[in-house]
């Protein structure tokens, strides 16, 4: 059975940092091309990063230079560093791992809260 379990969300002062972790079981994340995501209330849920399987990493523009996918393959966990929160970063963030349109798994989520 596959489990993404996400940890680390919390409550944030902006301008501070948290890192997010996805710890997989069931699965080889190095073998996935793994994504964080996130959904704002009443919002579309969006990609934040994602890693493929080759290392190549990508972010979306919003966060692109704050935010920082990596993944530890001895852990089986991949992470989401955040720095310089901004209060419209608050979403639940998900992960994801996809190998395929079959094989897609999701987590249930970690909540980020960012105060002004």
């Known amino acids: 059975q596959v489990q993404l379990v996400e940890s680390g969300g919390g409550l944030v002062q902006s301008g501070g940092s948290l890192r997010l972790s996805c710890a997989a079981s069931?699965?080889?994340?190095?073998?996935?091309?793994m994504g964080w995501y996130r959904q704002a209330p009443g919002k579309q849920r969006e990609l934040v990063a994602a890693?493929?399987?080759?290392?190549?990493?990508n972010y979306d523009a919003f966060v692109k230079g704050r935010f920082t996918i990596s993944r530890d393959n001895a852990k089986n966990t991949v992470y989401l560093q955040m720095i310089s929160l901004k209060p419209e970063d608050t979403a639940v963030y998900f992960c994801?791992?996809?190998?395929?349109?079959?094989?897609?798994?999701w987590g249930k989520g970690t909540l980020v809260t960012v105060s002004s």
């Open positions: 890693i493929t399987a080759g290392g190549r990493s």
């Open positions: 994801n791992a996809e190998l395929s349109p079959r094989a897609n798994y």
């Open positions: 069931g699965i080889i994340c190095r073998l996935y091309n």
